[in-house]
């Protein structure tokens, strides 16, 4: 594989203006519902990425590596072919940002990726306080509530598994807590394993102590897949003894088992009170949307239902893997394989870990929610394929 070559030209206004306006759509990655933008499902970000782009191709002059190029293409050329069956064309143009902002980070990587590294930082210090903020507000009593008096803000997440008790539940400006905790996540990730992205200490305990918040109230089961990965690179990254390692195996077998069950059988939990968790015989919902994505995979195995299509009786799969097949097709599902794969290749060869603990909590992740559609996931992906590359050079 090509690897990225940066220019030795000096950087004109224009192409630093790129990667500036990059750098802010990144920031702006938790805007997600506020303030509406005038296509429904595009977000203040997408204004800066638009700009970028366009200025990218414009005044592009890196080298990047053909294998990740064409698994793209291929991406967005399946991606489209299903489009013809059904589908959503904001969707459809979704999936068209999302390889765009991943061949920019690949290519921009060699000379930016810490500036893009700190804006992901700064994007879930965002998430984090948006998510706060929400608490101040279910804590203070504003905002709008149903028929049954539970509040019903944008900046609370009250649908779903869990039962609104008398705490709340908080994504901050995102769709959903899982985005929430995804977002809030990647930024407590990089900044706990790469500290120089925020060298003043104060102002780093400041971010973890609202990112733990935050993502404990989000109630989403990433928060348990987060804490085991990032303790394993914390443990890693500190040469931890062989009985600590011991502990964090059996914590992690533990977790495992939880997982598996919550997803094979419906688990009634209630937050406040977690000795009164019931599991039952009947199949969790995941494992019932697995069984719709499955049953659209055969029958069409080749191209997809199209982009924004919820074939699991009105959800999507809950499964990354599934969910791509089911709705875009083998070759996005071979094509998004390829470059998820490509990323975490590179990435464990980097001697900063924080890129290989986001894709490892992306990974874990995607076994239950749906995460090909996370532009930040993309960015990572691109940064740590781009990273890895210019570093075998």
Known sequence: ????????????????????????GIVLLPLQIWPPMPLPGMQLADLFFAIAAMLFFVTYRLKGPI?????????????AISATRGGSAIKLLGHLELGVLCWIALCASAR????????LVIAGA??????????LIFLLGWGVYDADGVPNHPLLYLHGALVAGDYPRLRGTLVTGAMLTAVVGTGFALLALEKELVPQRWLRQLIYVISIIAMFFAFSRAIASFAVVLTGFLLWQNRAARPVWIGWTLMALVYTALLLISLRYEVLLEPTRLWETVIT????DRFGRWRFAVAAIAEHPFIGAGPGVLIADGWSAHNTWL???????????IAFVALMSGAVWKAVRLPSLGLSCVLAFALISSLYNDVEDMRHLWIVMGLAIGLGGARQS
Do not use: C, K, Q, Y
Not at 9 to 22: D, G, N, V
Not at 126 to 135: K, R, V
Not at 324 to 333: M, T
């Open 1 to 24: 594989m090509r690897s990225v070559e940066a220019s030795t030209h000096p950087e004109t206004s224009l192409e630093r203006a790129t990667w500036l306006l990059f750098a802010i």
């Open 67 to 79: 294998l990740p190029a064409i698994a793209i293409l291929v991406f967005l050329v399946g991606t």
């Open 112 to 119: 930016h990726a810490f500036l893009f590294r700190r804006a």
């Open 126 to 135: 965002i998430a984090a306080a948006t998510a706060m903020l929400g608490m």
């Open 281 to 284: 015989s009947e199949d969790g």
């Open 323 to 333: 969910n791509i097949w089911s709705i875009l097709g083998l070759a996005p599902l």
